[in-house]
């Protein structure tokens, strides 16, 4: 990785945090503090989902109260647990953000990637994504799959 990338993260991340945290995080040279931002991520990815599932059992307990029950009343909550909240783009961007921060530091710390616990969940997250892409464009054509080409 270049300079340049390490301080235009490092300008983005100063946005949002105080330099006096920044420069501390920097100069430590303690592998585990990846560790406990890559904790601090994917708390932050668990609480989203959680709200979710809060959300949908307090609206399908309202439902209950109303006299709403069996599939109507199912249906109802798994809809509130699935529909987007203002504040998923949010929490999914502080997560990658505190995921970056780690890697920063990994690289800072002339770590190697792989074994760099913020790398290592948001590489398992991207291949995540792009898998379920690839099988998304198999089930319409498979003539689709030669967008996902090996790259050489």
């Known amino acids: 990785m270049t300079s340049s990338w390490q301080e235009a993260v490092t300008d983005r991340a100063a946005e949002y945090a105080s330099s006096a945290t920044l420069r501390k995080l920097a100069r430590s040279r303690r592998r585990r503090h990846c560790k406990s931002l890559a904790e ?43 529909i987007p909240l203002p504040f998923d783009a949010k929490a999914v961007a502080a997560a990658r953000g505190v995921q970056l921060t780690g890697i920063l530091l990994c690289l800072l710390n002339s770590e190697d990637l792989r074994r760099c616990q913020c790398f290592i969940d948001l590489a398992l ?22 967008a996902f080409g090996a790259k050489k």
């Open 40 to 82: 601090v991520a994917k708390f932050i990815l668990a609480a989203k989902d959680k709200s979710h599932e809060l959300l949908g059992w307090l609206g399908g307990g309202v439902l209950g109260l109303f006299g709403l029950s069996g599939l109507a009343k199912r249906f109802a909550r798994e809809l509130i647990e699935r």
């Open 125 to 146: 997250e991207q291949a995540k994504t792009t898998v379920k892409k690839m099988l998304t464009a198999a089930l319409e054509d498979w003539t689709q799959l030669a």
